[in-house]
């Protein structure tokens, strides 16, 4: 039996549908997971302040305080844009700390490469573009041959695709290019990595996540490496290189020193070799 639409429901719903044009896809799935799972909870009660608050306490019991303190964002904008602002009051986020992001010291990084580029080029070719040019792997999707400028030592990173909706370049090091030679081939307008199954359409989202992980299980790395883990190493390998912290943020296109600051003290990287050097004795 279909269960009833409440006022709330309705009014969130159609908030959503009227902006599901201008949102990136992720957006317009983000909105829509959390409002079906937060109705599926209410089951068609009218919304309460206590029907909010026992929602939120489900969360809070069953979920890390990062996604809680997501939940909390999201439902407090699609409230507020339906007129139920006045029962967020008081909804406050939880504290929260976030795990330290893992990266591949130097041994583990060329054994793991070795081992993905006998087993799988095209990953290894993935995950060379995270290490060098720190490109996330959702832009990798999007990205087309022609936005490889391989003359002028550049990549294109539409807008379509990055974090800030803005059209963004990175420079490709030199270490990097004689990996990039094969695409010279290959036409502008195809996509980098197209999918298996229909290469006029990008790869499917998690296809990398995937059959990198295989590879991780099977060498033995823990818990907390992932395919995000050589954008990390790429970064910290820069750092220990001499890269000006100035470069690096624009390589990995953060709005400021600060924020490139705050994520590689995240990975413990803390610019003291000449304290650790030259430190007089006592």
């Known amino acids: 039996?279909?269960?009833?639409?409440?006022?709330?429901?309705?009014?969130?719903?159609?908030?959503?549908?009227?902006?599901?044009?201008?949102?990136?896809?992720?957006?317009?799935?983000?909105?829509?997971?959390?409002?079906?799972?937060?109705?599926?909870?209410l089951g068609g009660l009218e919304l309460t302040a206590k029907a909010l608050s026992d929602f939120l306490q489900h969360i809070r019991d069953t979920r890390h305080p990062t996604t809680y303190n997501k939940y909390v964002v999201t439902l407090k904008k699609l409230l507020g844009e339906a007129g139920y602002s006045h029962l967020t009051t008081g909804i406050e986020n939880l504290k929260s700390f976030s795990t330290p992001a893992r990266y591949f010291q130097r041994h583990q990084s060329r054994r793991l490469l070795e081992a993905i580029d006998a087993q799988d080029s095209e990953l290894g070719l993935f995950v060379r573009f995270l290490?060098?040019?720190?490109?996330?792997?959702?832009?990798?999707?999007?990205?087309?041959?022609?936005?490889?400028?391989?003359?002028?030592?550049?990549?294109?990173?539409?807008?379509?695709?990055?974090?800030?909706?803005?059209?963004?370049?990175?420079?490709?090091?030199?270490?990097?290019?004689?990996?990039?030679?094969?695409?010279?081939?290959?036409?502008?307008?195809?996509?980098?990595?197209?999918?298996?199954a229909d290469r006029s359409k990008p790869l499917v989202k998690n296809t990398m996540y995937r059959?990198?992980?295989k590879i991780l299980d099977a060498m033995g790395f823990?818990?907390?490496?992932?395919?995000?883990?050589?954008?990390?190493?790429?970064?910290?390998?820069?750092?220990?290189?001499?890269?000006?912290?100035?470069?690096?943020?624009?390589?990995?296109?953060?709005?400021?020193?600060?924020?490139t600051d705050k994520y590689l003290r995240q990975m413990?990287?803390?610019?003291?070799?000449?304290?650790r050097e030259n430190f007089p004795e006592i």
């Open 211 to 213: 059959r990198h992980k």
């Open 1 to 41: 039996m279909q269960r009833r639409i409440s006022k709330a429901e309705e009014s969130i719903r159609q908030y959503i549908d009227q902006n599901a044009s201008r949102w990136r896809k992720s957006t317009l799935e983000h909105y829509r997971g959390k409002a079906n799972l937060f109705f599926d909870h």
């Open 222 to 259: 823990g818990e907390g490496y992932t395919l995000y883990s050589w954008k990390h190493t790429g970064a910290v390998a820069a750092v220990k290189a001499g890269i000006s912290v100035k470069e690096l943020q624009l390589q990995l296109r953060h709005h400021s020193l600060d924020e």
């Open 268 to 275: 413990g990287v803390k610019d003291l070799s000449r304290l």
């Open 131 to 196: 290490y060098y040019c720190f490109i996330r792997p959702r832009e990798l999707r999007a990205l087309r041959v022609g936005d490889i400028l391989l003359e002028e030592g550049e990549i294109r990173v539409p807008g379509k695709a990055s974090k800030n909706a803005k059209t963004q370049f990175v420079v490709i090091p030199d270490a990097f290019r004689p990996c990039l030679y094969c695409l010279y081939d290959r036409p502008p307008g195809e996509y980098l990595f197209p999918s298996v």
